[in-house]
């Protein structure tokens, strides 16, 4: 195991799960807890771009050096966790190019939420986007966690 990749691999899986979690359970939460939901909808919106291509830039570091490091291919493990990173890759790729512009596409349709009834389409259709966006978003910092912890067990062998 080559160590300044593995340092790198380690470095860019602690920013990307750690990146995520900390936006998704604490900075979020806060935010909407302290502003109106008007605002906190623009506040998140403003940075989602960002977040996204940040955890798929750290996404993309880990996986070029878990390559350099010798631990992509050597093994089922080493193979398993390879394709744990490409599938959180795949799912990265689709939440910043396809899914968050879609949400902030149809959330520019929604006036208010305040003055736009729930059953309104566009408000529906945000709710389900917004659903799907979450569950990905837990599924990606779980197989990140994965492969920290993996990382660590494969580490003490």
Not at 34 to 54: C, D, H, L, T
Request: glycine share 8%.
């Amino acid at each position: 195991m080559h160590p300044i990749a593995s340092a790198v691999y380690r470095l860019a899986l602690a920013l990307w799960v750690g990146g995520m979690s900390v936006f998704s359970f604490l900075v979020t939460p806060s935010i909407f807890r302290s502003q109106s939901p008007e605002s906190a909808g623009k506040i998140v919106g403003a940075i989602f771009p960002v977040y996204f291509r940040f955890c798929l830039g750290a996404a993309v570091v880990a996986l070029v050096a878990r390559a350099a490091a010798g631990m992509a291919f050597s093994g089922a493990r080493q193979l398993a966790g390879t394709a744990l990173l490409v599938l959180s890759l795949t799912i990265l790729s689709y939440h910043t190019y396809v899914l968050a512009p879609r949400m902030a596409e149809v959330r520019e349709t929604i006036d208010s939420r305040e003055t736009v009834p729930e059953e309104d389409l566009a408000r529906r259709e945000f709710s389900r986007l917004h659903g799907v966006s979450m569950t990905l978003n837990l599924v990606v910092i779980a197989a990140g966690t994965v492969l920290l912890l993996g990382y660590e067990t494969l580490r003490k062998q």
